[in-house]
Protein backbone atom coordinates (compact mmCIF):
# COMPACT_ATOMS: atom_id res chain seq x y z
CA UNK A 1 0.00 0.00 0.00
CA UNK A 2 1.19 3.59 -0.88
CA UNK A 3 2.68 5.51 2.38
CA UNK A 4 0.70 8.50 2.32
CA UNK A 5 2.83 10.80 4.66
CA UNK A 6 0.91 13.14 7.08
CA UNK A 7 0.74 17.07 6.58
CA UNK A 8 1.79 19.20 9.02
CA UNK A 9 -0.02 22.27 9.91
CA UNK A 10 1.94 25.17 11.58
CA UNK A 11 0.72 29.20 12.28
CA UNK A 12 -2.92 30.09 14.06
CA UNK A 13 -4.81 26.51 12.39
CA UNK A 14 -2.20 24.29 14.36
CA UNK A 15 -4.02 23.82 17.03
CA UNK A 16 -7.12 22.65 15.17
CA UNK A 17 -5.72 20.04 12.37
CA UNK A 18 -5.93 17.10 14.39
CA UNK A 19 -9.74 17.62 15.16
CA UNK A 20 -10.52 19.04 10.90
CA UNK A 21 -8.49 15.63 10.06
CA UNK A 22 -10.98 13.66 12.73
CA UNK A 23 -13.90 15.10 11.31
CA UNK A 24 -13.05 14.35 7.23
CA UNK A 25 -12.51 10.73 8.75
CA UNK A 26 -15.69 10.66 10.06
CA UNK A 27 -17.40 12.04 7.06
CA UNK A 28 -15.46 9.15 4.73
CA UNK A 29 -12.92 10.92 3.16
CA UNK A 30 -10.14 8.67 2.71
CA UNK A 31 -6.85 8.99 3.85
CA UNK A 32 -5.11 10.58 0.60
CA UNK A 33 -8.04 13.11 0.48
CA UNK A 34 -8.20 13.75 4.27
CA UNK A 35 -4.54 14.73 4.13
CA UNK A 36 -4.67 16.78 0.86
CA UNK A 37 -7.22 18.72 2.78
CA UNK A 38 -5.16 19.31 5.84
CA UNK A 39 -2.08 20.61 3.56
CA UNK A 40 -4.87 22.86 1.99
CA UNK A 41 -5.48 24.05 5.93
CA UNK A 42 -1.68 24.65 6.15
CA UNK A 43 -0.95 26.94 3.26
CA UNK A 44 -4.17 28.72 4.55
CA UNK A 45 -2.89 28.77 8.37
CA UNK A 46 0.47 30.18 6.54
CA UNK A 47 -1.34 32.98 4.99
CA UNK A 48 -2.74 34.33 8.29
CA UNK A 49 0.46 34.26 10.10
CA UNK A 50 1.78 36.18 7.15
CA UNK A 51 -0.74 38.40 7.19
CA UNK A 52 -0.86 38.58 11.53
CA UNK A 53 -4.25 37.63 11.58
CA UNK A 54 -5.84 34.96 14.04
CA UNK A 55 -8.28 32.19 13.38
CA UNK A 56 -11.47 34.56 14.84
CA UNK A 57 -10.20 36.75 11.82
CA UNK A 58 -11.31 34.07 8.96
CA UNK A 59 -14.54 34.87 7.08
CA UNK A 60 -15.44 34.13 3.65
CA UNK A 61 -14.11 37.73 2.17
CA UNK A 62 -10.70 36.37 4.34
CA UNK A 63 -10.76 33.53 2.03
CA UNK A 64 -11.53 35.02 -1.49
CA UNK A 65 -8.53 37.37 -0.58
CA UNK A 66 -5.93 34.33 0.52
CA UNK A 67 -6.97 32.52 -2.89
CA UNK A 68 -6.67 35.81 -4.86
CA UNK A 69 -2.75 35.64 -3.82
CA UNK A 70 -1.88 32.52 -4.11
CA UNK A 71 0.61 32.02 -7.35
CA UNK A 72 -1.33 30.23 -10.45
CA UNK A 73 0.47 26.71 -9.74
CA UNK A 74 -1.98 26.06 -7.11
CA UNK A 75 -4.53 25.51 -9.90
CA UNK A 76 -6.44 22.92 -7.23
CA UNK A 77 -7.34 25.46 -5.04
CA UNK A 78 -8.99 28.20 -6.92
CA UNK A 79 -12.01 28.09 -5.38
CA UNK A 80 -13.68 28.56 -1.41
CA UNK A 81 -15.66 25.54 -2.37
CA UNK A 82 -12.44 23.33 -1.26
CA UNK A 83 -12.38 25.01 1.79
CA UNK A 84 -15.93 25.06 2.47
CA UNK A 85 -16.05 21.64 4.95
CA UNK A 86 -13.17 23.68 7.44
CA UNK A 87 -14.99 27.07 7.12
CA UNK A 88 -18.01 24.95 8.15
CA UNK A 89 -16.27 23.05 10.71
CA UNK A 90 -14.67 25.98 12.30
CA UNK A 91 -18.30 27.49 12.49
CA UNK A 92 -19.76 24.47 14.08
CA UNK A 93 -16.49 24.42 16.53
CA UNK A 94 -17.63 28.69 17.47
CA UNK A 95 -13.85 29.90 16.44
CA UNK A 96 -15.70 31.87 13.29
CA UNK A 97 -18.88 33.52 13.54
CA UNK A 98 -21.39 33.35 11.22
CA UNK A 99 -20.88 35.56 7.74
CA UNK A 100 -23.05 39.03 8.08
CA UNK A 101 -26.03 39.15 5.46
CA UNK A 102 -25.93 40.53 2.55
CA UNK A 103 -28.05 43.66 1.47
CA UNK A 104 -30.91 44.08 1.29
CA UNK A 105 -32.24 41.08 3.57
CA UNK A 106 -35.01 39.82 2.31
CA UNK A 107 -37.70 39.62 4.89
CA UNK A 108 -37.49 34.95 6.32
CA UNK A 109 -41.01 34.68 7.40
CA UNK A 110 -42.51 36.13 4.34
CA UNK A 111 -40.26 33.67 2.34
CA UNK A 112 -41.40 30.71 5.11
CA UNK A 113 -44.55 31.42 4.34
CA UNK A 114 -44.27 31.78 0.68
CA UNK A 115 -42.68 27.80 1.02
CA UNK A 116 -45.08 26.73 3.28
CA UNK A 117 -48.01 27.28 0.60
CA UNK A 118 -46.20 26.08 -2.24
CA UNK A 119 -45.86 22.67 -0.22
CA UNK A 120 -49.40 22.30 1.39
CA UNK A 121 -51.40 23.75 -0.86
CA UNK A 122 -49.77 23.57 -4.28
CA UNK A 123 -48.14 20.24 -3.27
CA UNK A 124 -44.88 21.29 -5.62
CA UNK A 125 -42.20 18.84 -5.85
CA UNK A 126 -39.33 19.86 -3.67
CA UNK A 127 -36.92 20.95 -6.40
CA UNK A 128 -39.67 23.09 -7.72
CA UNK A 129 -40.09 24.92 -4.33
CA UNK A 130 -36.56 25.28 -4.32
CA UNK A 131 -36.58 26.84 -7.44
CA UNK A 132 -39.49 29.45 -7.05
CA UNK A 133 -38.44 30.74 -3.55
CA UNK A 134 -35.30 31.20 -5.15
CA UNK A 135 -36.58 33.47 -8.15
CA UNK A 136 -38.70 35.03 -5.40
CA UNK A 137 -35.97 36.03 -2.69
CA UNK A 138 -34.33 37.56 -6.31
CA UNK A 139 -37.75 39.64 -7.10
CA UNK A 140 -38.08 40.76 -3.66
CA UNK A 141 -34.29 41.79 -3.74
CA UNK A 142 -35.08 43.97 -7.13
CA UNK A 143 -37.74 45.47 -5.59
CA UNK A 144 -36.48 46.17 -2.02
CA UNK A 145 -33.53 47.93 -3.68
CA UNK A 146 -35.34 49.45 -6.02
CA UNK A 147 -37.74 51.40 -3.53
CA UNK A 148 -34.39 51.65 -1.00
CA UNK A 149 -35.85 49.56 1.40
CA UNK A 150 -38.88 47.38 2.49
CA UNK A 151 -39.64 43.89 2.36
CA UNK A 152 -40.52 44.39 -1.29
CA UNK A 153 -44.52 43.76 -1.64
CA UNK A 154 -45.30 47.06 -0.25
CA UNK A 155 -46.82 49.67 -3.50
CA UNK A 156 -46.64 46.23 -5.82
CA UNK A 157 -48.71 46.88 -9.05
CA UNK A 158 -48.24 45.99 -12.38
CA UNK A 159 -45.52 48.39 -13.88
CA UNK A 160 -43.32 47.01 -10.86
CA UNK A 161 -43.49 43.48 -12.17
CA UNK A 162 -43.15 44.82 -15.73
CA UNK A 163 -39.76 46.69 -15.16
CA UNK A 164 -38.63 43.46 -13.28
CA UNK A 165 -39.32 41.53 -16.54
CA UNK A 166 -37.62 43.85 -18.60
CA UNK A 167 -34.50 43.78 -16.23
CA UNK A 168 -33.84 40.01 -16.66
CA UNK A 169 -34.42 40.71 -20.63
CA UNK A 170 -31.70 43.14 -20.16
CA UNK A 171 -29.81 40.27 -18.47
CA UNK A 172 -29.59 38.21 -21.93
CA UNK A 173 -31.81 35.14 -20.42
CA UNK A 174 -32.79 32.97 -23.17
CA UNK A 175 -36.21 32.38 -24.09
CA UNK A 176 -36.65 29.01 -22.25
CA UNK A 177 -35.06 30.80 -18.96
CA UNK A 178 -37.27 33.57 -19.28
CA UNK A 179 -40.43 31.49 -19.89
CA UNK A 180 -38.99 29.91 -16.40
CA UNK A 181 -39.00 33.13 -15.08
CA UNK A 182 -41.99 34.34 -15.49
CA UNK A 183 -44.14 31.44 -14.44
CA UNK A 184 -41.87 31.49 -10.59
CA UNK A 185 -42.82 35.27 -10.78
CA UNK A 186 -46.84 34.19 -11.82
CA UNK A 187 -46.75 31.61 -8.91
CA UNK A 188 -45.46 34.27 -6.28
CA UNK A 189 -47.95 36.61 -7.04
CA UNK A 190 -50.55 34.40 -6.65
CA UNK A 191 -49.75 34.03 -3.21
CA UNK A 192 -48.88 37.66 -2.97
CA UNK A 193 -52.89 38.37 -4.08
CA UNK A 194 -54.43 35.51 -1.92
CA UNK A 195 -52.99 36.94 1.30
CA UNK A 196 -54.29 40.36 0.35
CA UNK A 197 -51.08 42.36 -0.74
CA UNK A 198 -51.89 43.31 -3.34
CA UNK A 199 -55.11 44.73 -4.57
CA UNK A 200 -55.41 42.98 -7.58
CA UNK A 201 -54.24 39.45 -9.31
CA UNK A 202 -51.50 40.80 -10.68
CA UNK A 203 -50.90 37.50 -12.10
CA UNK A 204 -52.62 38.92 -15.68
CA UNK A 205 -49.55 42.04 -15.69
CA UNK A 206 -46.58 39.00 -16.83
CA UNK A 207 -46.87 38.96 -20.15
CA UNK A 208 -45.99 35.97 -21.91
CA UNK A 209 -42.87 34.81 -23.69
CA UNK A 210 -43.54 34.51 -27.50
CA UNK A 211 -42.55 31.27 -28.93
CA UNK A 212 -44.32 28.55 -30.44
CA UNK A 213 -44.85 25.41 -28.46
CA UNK A 214 -43.98 21.68 -29.59
CA UNK A 215 -42.49 23.01 -32.96
CA UNK A 216 -39.58 20.91 -33.05
CA UNK A 217 -39.16 17.01 -33.21
CA UNK A 218 -37.91 15.39 -30.06
CA UNK A 219 -34.35 13.66 -31.29
CA UNK A 220 -34.89 10.10 -30.14
CA UNK A 221 -31.69 8.00 -28.45
CA UNK A 222 -33.49 5.19 -30.34
CA UNK A 223 -33.34 1.45 -28.95
CA UNK A 224 -29.60 0.66 -30.02
CA UNK A 225 -28.24 4.18 -28.42
CA UNK A 226 -29.78 3.32 -25.63
CA UNK A 227 -28.35 -0.49 -25.61
CA UNK A 228 -24.19 0.59 -26.34
CA UNK A 229 -25.18 3.34 -23.28
CA UNK A 230 -25.85 0.58 -20.98
CA UNK A 231 -22.89 -1.46 -22.52
CA UNK A 232 -20.56 0.89 -21.90
CA UNK A 233 -20.73 1.23 -17.85
CA UNK A 234 -17.59 -0.53 -16.03
CA UNK A 235 -19.37 -2.93 -13.85
CA UNK A 236 -16.23 -3.98 -12.36
CA UNK A 237 -16.01 -0.37 -10.22
CA UNK A 238 -18.35 0.81 -7.42
CA UNK A 239 -19.25 3.92 -9.57
CA UNK A 240 -20.15 1.58 -12.55
CA UNK A 241 -22.59 -0.36 -10.74
CA UNK A 242 -24.25 3.08 -9.71
CA UNK A 243 -24.36 4.40 -13.09
CA UNK A 244 -25.64 1.49 -14.51
CA UNK A 245 -28.43 0.99 -12.11
CA UNK A 246 -29.68 4.41 -12.25
CA UNK A 247 -29.39 4.14 -15.99
CA UNK A 248 -31.58 0.95 -16.33
CA UNK A 249 -34.26 2.67 -13.91
CA UNK A 250 -34.54 5.80 -16.79
CA UNK A 251 -33.96 3.42 -19.77
CA UNK A 252 -36.52 0.74 -18.50
CA UNK A 253 -38.90 2.25 -16.67
CA UNK A 254 -39.08 6.05 -17.51
CA UNK A 255 -38.31 7.53 -14.37
CA UNK A 256 -37.22 11.30 -13.85
CA UNK A 257 -33.98 12.50 -12.60
CA UNK A 258 -35.66 13.61 -9.69
CA UNK A 259 -37.45 10.37 -9.13
CA UNK A 260 -33.86 8.23 -9.16
CA UNK A 261 -32.17 10.48 -7.04
CA UNK A 262 -35.31 10.70 -4.45
CA UNK A 263 -35.67 6.50 -4.00
CA UNK A 264 -34.74 5.12 -1.02
CA UNK A 265 -33.58 1.77 0.24
CA UNK A 266 -37.40 1.61 1.99
CA UNK A 267 -39.33 2.46 -1.40
CA UNK A 268 -38.26 -1.11 -2.73
CA UNK A 269 -40.38 -4.19 -2.34
CA UNK A 270 -37.74 -7.12 -2.99
CA UNK A 271 -40.16 -9.81 -2.24
CA UNK A 272 -42.40 -8.71 -4.18
CA UNK A 273 -40.76 -6.97 -7.10
CA UNK A 274 -42.01 -3.82 -6.78
CA UNK A 275 -41.10 -0.09 -6.09
CA UNK A 276 -42.44 3.11 -4.76
CA UNK A 277 -41.82 6.58 -7.13
CA UNK A 278 -42.09 9.26 -5.43
CA UNK A 279 -43.21 11.81 -8.57
CA UNK A 280 -44.69 15.26 -9.34
CA UNK A 281 -47.63 16.65 -7.03
CA UNK A 282 -46.42 14.33 -4.57
CA UNK A 283 -47.80 11.45 -6.14
CA UNK A 284 -46.60 7.87 -4.82
CA UNK A 285 -47.08 5.05 -7.35
CA UNK A 286 -46.33 1.88 -7.34
CA UNK A 287 -44.83 0.03 -9.94
CA UNK A 288 -43.50 -3.35 -11.04
CA UNK A 289 -39.48 -4.04 -10.66
CA UNK A 290 -38.28 -5.85 -14.00
CA UNK A 291 -35.98 -8.74 -12.99
CA UNK A 292 -32.82 -7.12 -14.76
CA UNK A 293 -33.73 -4.08 -13.03
CA UNK A 294 -34.00 -5.14 -9.50
CA UNK A 295 -30.64 -6.69 -9.80
CA UNK A 296 -28.45 -4.35 -11.37
CA UNK A 297 -29.92 -2.26 -7.87
CA UNK A 298 -29.25 -5.02 -5.52
CA UNK A 299 -25.94 -5.44 -6.96
CA UNK A 300 -25.08 -1.97 -6.75
CA UNK A 301 -26.90 -1.64 -3.12
CA UNK A 302 -24.74 -5.03 -1.42
CA UNK A 303 -21.32 -4.45 -3.33
CA UNK A 304 -20.37 -0.79 -4.05
CA UNK A 305 -23.25 1.25 -1.69
CA UNK A 306 -20.57 3.57 0.66
CA UNK A 307 -22.00 2.88 4.62
CA UNK A 308 -24.00 5.98 5.52
CA UNK A 309 -26.96 7.41 7.44
CA UNK A 310 -28.45 8.34 4.54
CA UNK A 311 -31.57 6.08 3.42
CA UNK A 312 -31.71 7.62 -0.20
CA UNK A 313 -30.28 4.50 -3.01
CA UNK A 314 -27.80 6.50 -5.00
CA UNK A 315 -25.23 8.27 -3.22
CA UNK A 316 -21.54 10.33 -4.29
CA UNK A 317 -19.00 8.06 -4.87
CA UNK A 318 -16.60 11.01 -2.85
CA UNK A 319 -16.44 11.84 0.68
CA UNK A 320 -18.54 12.52 2.26
CA UNK A 321 -21.69 9.97 0.51
CA UNK A 322 -24.10 12.03 0.08
CA UNK A 323 -27.76 11.81 -2.37
CA UNK A 324 -27.37 12.28 -5.79
CA UNK A 325 -29.73 15.16 -6.57
CA UNK A 326 -31.18 15.47 -10.00
CA UNK A 327 -28.87 17.46 -11.81
CA UNK A 328 -25.68 14.84 -10.80
CA UNK A 329 -28.11 11.90 -12.25
CA UNK A 330 -28.50 13.90 -15.61
CA UNK A 331 -24.78 14.70 -15.64
CA UNK A 332 -24.33 11.28 -15.38
CA UNK A 333 -26.07 10.25 -17.91
CA UNK A 334 -24.64 12.89 -20.08
CA UNK A 335 -21.08 11.88 -19.38
CA UNK A 336 -21.53 8.38 -20.17
CA UNK A 337 -22.92 9.35 -23.17
CA UNK A 338 -19.30 10.57 -23.73
CA UNK A 339 -17.95 7.78 -22.89
CA UNK A 340 -19.77 5.39 -25.07
CA UNK A 341 -19.11 7.53 -28.00
CA UNK A 342 -22.60 8.80 -28.08
CA UNK A 343 -24.10 12.55 -28.99
CA UNK A 344 -24.45 13.71 -25.05
CA UNK A 345 -28.19 13.82 -23.81
CA UNK A 346 -29.70 14.45 -20.64
CA UNK A 347 -31.54 11.45 -18.47
CA UNK A 348 -35.28 12.69 -19.57
CA UNK A 349 -33.90 11.79 -23.00
CA UNK A 350 -34.10 7.85 -21.82
CA UNK A 351 -37.77 8.58 -21.01
CA UNK A 352 -37.96 9.78 -24.31
CA UNK A 353 -36.46 6.80 -25.78
CA UNK A 354 -39.04 4.53 -24.24
CA UNK A 355 -41.54 6.13 -24.91
CA UNK A 356 -41.11 6.21 -28.57
CA UNK A 357 -39.68 2.52 -28.39
CA UNK A 358 -43.04 1.69 -27.03
CA UNK A 359 -44.76 3.87 -29.63
CA UNK A 360 -43.01 2.02 -32.65
CA UNK A 361 -43.69 -1.66 -30.95
CA UNK A 362 -47.73 -0.39 -31.28
CA UNK A 363 -48.39 0.80 -27.78
CA UNK A 364 -51.27 3.60 -27.92
CA UNK A 365 -50.62 6.64 -26.19
CA UNK A 366 -52.88 6.41 -23.33
CA UNK A 367 -51.19 2.64 -22.49
CA UNK A 368 -47.43 4.59 -22.19
CA UNK A 369 -49.37 8.05 -20.53
CA UNK A 370 -50.05 5.23 -17.62
CA UNK A 371 -46.53 3.69 -18.09
CA UNK A 372 -45.04 7.31 -17.85
CA UNK A 373 -47.64 8.23 -15.37
CA UNK A 374 -48.44 11.60 -17.31
CA UNK A 375 -51.53 12.89 -16.25
CA UNK A 376 -52.23 14.70 -19.29
CA UNK A 377 -52.32 13.22 -22.66
CA UNK A 378 -51.25 16.04 -24.84
CA UNK A 379 -47.94 15.97 -22.92
CA UNK A 380 -47.49 12.45 -24.59
CA UNK A 381 -49.05 13.35 -28.04
CA UNK A 382 -45.70 14.76 -28.69
CA UNK A 383 -44.36 11.51 -29.50
CA UNK A 384 -46.68 10.83 -31.89
CA UNK A 385 -44.42 13.46 -34.13
CA UNK A 386 -41.41 10.57 -34.04
CA UNK A 387 -43.21 7.93 -35.62
CA UNK A 388 -42.69 9.33 -39.50
CA UNK A 389 -44.36 6.55 -40.94
CA UNK A 390 -47.59 6.93 -39.59
CA UNK A 391 -47.32 10.58 -39.82
CA UNK A 392 -45.98 10.15 -43.65
CA UNK A 393 -49.71 8.86 -44.28
CA UNK A 394 -51.23 11.99 -43.23
CA UNK A 395 -49.38 13.86 -45.60
CA UNK A 396 -50.94 15.03 -48.62
CA UNK A 397 -49.68 14.12 -51.79
CA UNK A 398 -47.24 16.75 -53.52
CA UNK A 399 -49.24 18.00 -56.58
CA UNK A 400 -46.43 17.83 -59.36
CA UNK A 401 -46.34 13.67 -58.64
CA UNK A 402 -50.18 13.71 -59.87
CA UNK A 403 -49.34 14.54 -63.38
Not at 53 to 75: I, W
Not at 153 to 175: C, H, I, K, N, W
Request: glycine letters at 8%.
Amino acid sequence: MRHIPRAKVSGPLAPFADGFRARLDSLGYTRGSTEFKIGQVARLSTWLECQALEVGDLSSARVETFLGDLPASRNQLRSARSLRPLMEWLRAEGQISDDPPQEPRVDDDLIDRYRSWMVTDRGLAARTVVRYEKAARSFLGWRARAAGGGTGVEGLDAASVTAYLLAEVARGLAPGSLQGRVAELRSFLRFCYLQGWTRLPLTEAVPPVPGWKDTAVPVSLGAAGVATLLASCDRTKPTGMRDFAMLMLLARLGLRAAEVGGLRLSDFDWRGGELVVHGKARRNDRLPLPADVGEAVATYVIEARPKSTWDNVFLTAVAPPRPMGPTAVSQTVWRQCRLAGLEPVRAHRLRHALATDLLGHGFTLPEIAELLRQADLTTTAVYAKVDHVALRELALPWPAALR
